[in-house]
């Protein structure tokens, strides 16, 4: 089925171009939007009538296509990602990345519109992208893939397995000197109280030999 388009829709084409397309495509979702017309004799007559404002806003998209050019093949994007020593990345670059990173620097472009030689970058590295603009203009970018290493961690569980150990062992020798120092006050106690037993037993025997001595 035969249209004219009535906005600018990428990548089918822009405002004023005929195409053609499925009836299917036209009829639900083109002409609802007002995407697009049906190719009759009074849609030409009326985009015919509209041709110099067409091409006046054409030329317009042209040189702001060459501005952006300029601007971008001035740029030089940095992304960092996680790679290993080998310089393997640990995922890939991918056009979304690029279009984030440009979005960062205050470009908004398309995901569609950047292309990456074989798809993706998963190394670091130096590389050229291609930015589409308008029509036949481009932009080649410059991006620097560096490479992030992974740090490891080292697992401290036996550290407080060999503290644990030394506390247990502080406990047992300090158990140790309390239960010796217990035993040796017990033997203390012990002679302490024989001694005073014995001191008792020579007084009460003293009185019995004075009465035992005969009178002169």
């Known amino acids: 089925m035969k249209v004219i388009l009535n906005k600018d829709l990428l990548p089918l084409g822009e405002e004023g171009d005929v195409k053609d397309v499925a009836k299917g ?21 009326l985009f015919e009538s509209r041709r110099g404002e067409i091409e006046a806003r ?4 042209r040189k702001d296509a060459l501005g952006l050019k300029e601007k971008l093949e001035a740029l030089e994007l940095v992304i960092v990602m996680p790679a290993g020593a080998n310089g393997k990345l640990y995922g890939a670059v991918t056009s979304q990345t690029v279009a984030d990173e440009l ?27 291609a930015v589409k603009l308008y029509e036949s203009a481009a932009a080649e970018i410059t991006i620097t893939v560096e490479g992030q290493p992974i740090k490891v961690e080292t697992p401290s569980a036996p550290v407080r397995k060999d503290r644990r150990h030394s506390r247990d062992a502080e406990s047992t020798q300090k158990s140790g000197i309390t239960g010796e120092a217990s035993h040796d006050e017990g033997k203390t ?14 007084q009460e025997a ?11």
């Open 189 to 202: 106690a012990e002679n302490s109280a024989s001694a005073a037993a014995a001191q008792d037993a020579s």
């Open 206 to 216: 003293a009185p019995s030999q004075e009465a035992a001595a005969p009178e002169v």
């Open 103 to 129: 979005t960062k620097q205050g470009f908004r472009i398309e995901r569609k519109r950047i292309e990456l030689p074989g798809n993706s970058f998963k190394s670091v590295g130096k590389y050229k992208v």
């Open 58 to 61: 054409k030329e317009e998209k």
């Open 25 to 45: 495509y036209a009829r639900n979702y083109l002409f609802p939007r007002g995407i697009a017309l049906p190719y009759t004799d009074s849609t030409v007559a």
